[in-house]
């Protein structure tokens, strides 16, 4: 069983920064493909980043390409979202998401990760 917390979210102005971090319990022995989502009120859950195991293959929501970056500490089980330059537009719940995959595969569609956290709520005001 794999268990993912988020954490980091909170209430930031137009033009800031965050970071997410995403602690995942995950058995070392195998390889997982990880990302993030958000969910804004009233919309549906949508792709952030994505990043494959080893860290050498990384996609990007065009929303967001340039002002976020996805990375992770294999050491640590730990994914991060570095969020820079935030708009209002990205305040929504925040998503940790992993699925056991090849260490190239990358997964950029939520019905294709078995694993999800509670979410980190990420406000932007204007």
């Known amino acids: 069983q794999v268990q993912l917390v988020e954490s980091g979210g909170g209430l930031v102005q137009a033009g800031g920064s965050l970071r997410l971090s995403c602690a995942a319990s995950?058995?070392?022995?195998?390889?997982?493909?990880m990302g993030w989502f958000r969910q804004a009120p009233g919309k549906e859950r949508e792709f952030v980043a994505a990043?494959?195991?080893?860290?050498?293959?990384?996609r990007y929501a065009g929303s967001v390409e340039g002002r976020f970056t996805i990375s992770r500490d294999n050491a640590r089980n730990t994914l991060y979202l570095q969020m820079n330059s935030l708009k209002p537009e990205d305040t929504a719940v925040y998503y940790c998401?992993?699925?056991?995959?090849?260490?190239?595969?990358?997964?950029?569609?939520?019905?294709?990760?078995?694993?999800w956290g509670q979410g980190t709520q990420v406000t932007v005001s204007s």
């Open positions: 990043m494959n195991w080893s860290g050498g293959r990384v």
């Open positions: 998401a992993a699925d056991e995959a090849f260490a190239a595969v990358v997964r950029l569609t939520a019905s294709d990760y078995d694993y």
């Open positions: 995950i058995r070392t022995s195998r390889t997982y493909a």
